[in-house]
């Protein structure tokens, strides 16, 4: 009872400070400086539609690189965590069969989902999207295809040699724009193109594309490392 | 029309937070689906706010990650933990490594 | 409207940071540290929103050259996307940890793991 009530004050504590906050704030009439520059500036310097993906490609594209290496790690620790003390025979588990709807019906939308993940990362630039949802997207195909059977066994080291190279190709083309255009992740390596066509604003549907896949190669090794555990 | 999209607005948010209520809330037996599942409603109803708040960008990501991903990992790992969900049920013979 | 967004938001976090504090089984922390970052990424797109303005994508509704009047911030999105993303790879790990700590005790109960105290 007294570990709730100090919960409950402390909660009241911090509840306070946020209404303080909240009192204080008034909403903007004009963009502030930042969010003018990169209004102005989006279409001809970078070319590419969407600003939210200027932003995280080229104009800060050195905080998307850490958070790259964030998820790896992640998924890496969980990779590591989770395999240390595994036993070596596997019992078998006696599951309920799954039905042919969802066999079936899992073949046949797999390859749908995965296509519709591409779609939206190679369009990152011209729509709302890019390799985030995309990558999220391909795992959830994965996900489909692990409930229809759950005892499929993913190759780990294709995942793992998609996810490598996606990260080393992307630190490439990184380390290609101080050499070739001017500063690190710039994406005038490629010929800027046409505003709004598919094939334009440089080398941003390639960074994005790449980190599409290794976010979702990523996300995938999750699930599979996780639904690999024992049972208890 | 700006008095649809305050009045979902505020119908959407009083939804977020009976739902976010449930998911802390909630006691029992099979009390631990129910909590897990109503946090999945909690990202979902929150990707529908980043829409009405102007952020498609935002939303696509939310309602993937948040909705789908995160709700099967919990799912996941409380399948394997067959006797857990009970705080404070102990199992007969703790594993030693 | 943004401050009913806002006043959600950090409602969420609040309850959130009760779910965590008071609940004893290690999962349902974990489900109350999701419910929370939720708040959070609520209450800083609430920051950026303008009234009367659109979302930044230039197409055939927000042409090129008046740009500057007719959309919302658009760095809150930027960072709010890197928070989702990392937020459930945290989420993931914290799993990772909890699956390990109940093969090795045979218990959820947060109460029971006293080889730390003195």
């Not at chain 1, 594309?209 to 996300?219: C, H, P, Q």
């Amino acid at each position: 009872m007294i570990k709730r009530f100090i919960a409950l004050a402390l909660l009241v504590g911090v509840g306070l400070i946020f209404t303080t906050l909240m009192m204080t704030y008034e909403p903007d009439a004009n963009l502030n400086l930042t969010a003018h520059y990169y209004a102005e500036h989006t279409a001809n310097d970078v070319g590419s539609a969407n600003i939210v993906t200027a932003i995280l490609v080229t104009y800060r594209g050195l905080d998307t690189l850490g958070e790259v290496t964030v998820l790896f790690l992640a998924s890496s620790i969980i990779g590591l965590v989770l395999s240390l003390g595994k036993k070596q025979n596997k019992t078998l588990r006696n599951l309920v069969p799954v039905g042919e709807l969802l066999t079936t019906g899992s073949l046949y939308l797999a390859p749908i989902i995965v296509l519709l993940g591409v779609y939206v990362f190679v369009n990152g630039h011209l729509t709302p999207g890019g390799g985030f949802p995309g990558g999220a997207i391909i795992a959830s195909s994965m996900l489909l295809l692990l409930l229809s059977d759950p005892l499929k066994h993913f190759s780990h080291g294709l995942i793992s040699f998609v996810e490598s190279i996606s990260g080393f190709v992307y630190v490439a083309l990184g380390v290609l724009g101080i050499v070739m255009a001017g500063s690190f992740l710039d994406n005038r390596i490629l010929p800027l193109g046409q505003f709004g066509e598919l094939i334009s604003a440089g080398a941003i549907p390639l960074i994005y594309s790449l980190i599409g896949l290794k976010v979702g190669a990523e996300f995938s090794s999750m699930l599979a490392n996780l639904s690999e555990m024992e049972d208890l | 029309m700006s008095t649809f999209m305050l009045v979902m607005t505020v119908v959407l948010c009083i939804a977020i937070l009976v739902a976010a209520i449930v998911s802390i809330q909630v006691k029992g037996d099979k009390s631990m689906p129910i909590a897990i599942l109503a946090a999945g409603l909690v990202s979902l109803l929150a990707s529908v706010l980043f829409l009405i708040l102007a952020s498609p960008d935002v939303a696509m990501t939310e309602a993937a990650i948040g909705g789908g991903l995160s709700t099967f990992l919990f799912f996941f790992v409380l399948a394997r933990m067959r006797s857990g969900e009970q705080a404070g049920h102990e199992r007969s013979g703790v594993k030693h490594d | 409207m943004a401050y009913i967004a806002m006043a959600t938001g950090f409602l969420l976090i609040l309850i959130g940071f009760y779910g965590a504090l008071t609940n004893r089984n290690l999962l349902r922390m974990i489900v109350a540290f999701t419910i929370a970052n939720s708040g959070v990424n609520i209450v800083i797109i609430a920051i950026g929103y303008m009234h009367g303005r659109t979302a930044p994508i230039l197409d055939s509704v927000v042409p090129v050259a008046e740009a500057a009047n007719r959309i919302i911030d658009p760095v809150p999105q930027a960072l709010v996307l890197t928070a989702i993303v990392i937020g459930v790879g945290v989420t993931a790990l914290m799993l990772a940890f909890a699956y390990k700590l109940y093969e090795r005790k045979g218990t959820l109960d947060i109460a029971k793991f006293t080889e730390l105290k003195w």
